[in-house]
């Protein structure tokens, strides 16, 4: 299984981005999806899930309310519409991909993102 990521750039704080992970597997619906954050020189952080079932979703409380997670399972693409960007926000993002009840995970190679004026 392959994930690949797109969407990332420059951005003005106060702006948004759209990012993309294409996940190259028929089964995608059997994933639970998230979306990481490594900011530059710290560790990878968890931003947002949604389920492969029931589509739940949870948030980092860092972005609640301006960040959604989505995915289309007929396209087999996982989404980040991120809104209200701030400078912290910048980094690289990854699509992660965890195979349900299972400890079979997928990473892709992240995305950047720069919040900048």
């Known amino acids: 299984v392959q994930l690949v990521e797109s969407g990332g750039g420059l951005v003005q704080p106060g702006g948004s981005l759209k990012l993309s992970c294409s996940v190259s597997?028929?089964?995608?619906?059997?994933?639970?999806m998230d979306w990481y954050h490594q900011p530059p020189g710290k560790q990878r952080e968890l931003v947002a899930t949604?389920?492969?079932?029931?589509?739940?979703?949870n948030y980092a409380d860092s972005v609640k309310g301006r960040f959604t997670i989505s995915r289309d399972n007929n396209e087999n693409i996982l989404y980040l519409q991120m809104n209200s960007l701030k400078p912290e926000d910048a980094g690289v993002y990854y699509c992660h991909a965890t195979l349900r009840r299972s400890n079979i995970e997928y990473w892709g190679q992240g995305t950047q993102v720069s919040v900048s004026s």
């Open positions: 949604i389920s492969s079932g029931t589509f739940d979703t």
């Open positions: 597997t028929n089964m995608f619906y059997i994933y639970d």
